[in-house]
Nanobody
């Protein structure tokens, strides 16, 4: 059973930055495509970003392009979501998820992910 643990959430002012971490309890992170999702109160869960297992290519939702960056550190078995210029609308619980399939970056936000973390709260407020 794969486990994912998110950390790094918190309260930040509009325009500020946060970095979320997702530590994966796998023998090797290289065997997993990992995505970040978020869910705001009263809204459906939406895909934010993902990074593929094959070549580390990435994909982003239009709402975060140019502000968020996903990266992975295979040695630390951790995937990061660097969030800059945060907006009130980014307030949500953020989840990371993993899937062992090989896909192209354009498809990784639409995957039915197999394993999910417990979530990390991000609140953007003045």
């Amino acid at each position: 059973q794969l486990q994912l643990v998110e950390s790094g959430g918190g309260l930040v002012q509009p325009g500020g930055s946060l970095t979320l971490s997702c530590e994966v309890s796998a023998f090797s992170l290289e065997g997993w495509t990992v995505g970040w999702f978020r869910q705001a109160p009263g809204k459906e869960r939406e895909g934010v970003s993902c990074i593929t297992r094959s070549d580390g290519s990435t994909n982003y939702a239009d709402s975060v392009k140019g502000r968020f960056t996903i990266s992975r550190d295979n040695a630390r078995k951790t995937v990061y979501l660097h969030m800059n210029r945060l907006q009130v609308e980014d307030t949500a619980v953020y989840y990371c998820a993993a899937h062992p399939v090989v896909v192209v970056a354009g498809s990784c936000l639409a995957l039915e992910y197999t394993y999910w973390g417990q979530g990390a709260q991000v609140t953007v407020s003045s």
